[in-house]
């Protein structure tokens, strides 16, 4: 995601403001993502690896409807697929089980 707040306050065409829960972005109030309509979710790399899922709260405005705002609450890292039962054969095999 790429920081692409404006200095004048407003988001540039086709992006709104975002606010971030705890996770990588929680502090930095100079984000923008796509939108408006905001994107039900928003995965973000995290800096030691892997990646961070933000999901949408709610849609807001700072003073007026046509300046939204984005709230996202962070979910954590991105969850591993679980196993299909051919892949948890071959580990049983690998392990001798």
Not at 15 to 22: E, I, K, N
Not at 78 to 88: A, D, G, I, T
């Amino acid at each position: 995601m790429e920081d692409v707040f404006d200095t004048t306050g407003r988001p540039p065409h086709g992006w709104m403001h975002a606010l971030f829960g705890t996770g990588p972005y929680s502090e930095d109030v100079g984000r923008c993502v796509p939108g408006p309509p905001a994107p039900e979710t928003i995965t973000v790399p995290r800096p030691e690896g892997g990646e961070h899922v933000y999901r949408l709260v709610t849609v807001g405005s700072w003073s007026a409807p046509d300046d939204p705002i984005a709230v996202y609450n962070d979910t954590g890292p991105v969850p591993q697929p679980p196993l299909s039962e051919l892949e948890k054969s071959w580990l049983n095999r690998r392990t001798g089980q």
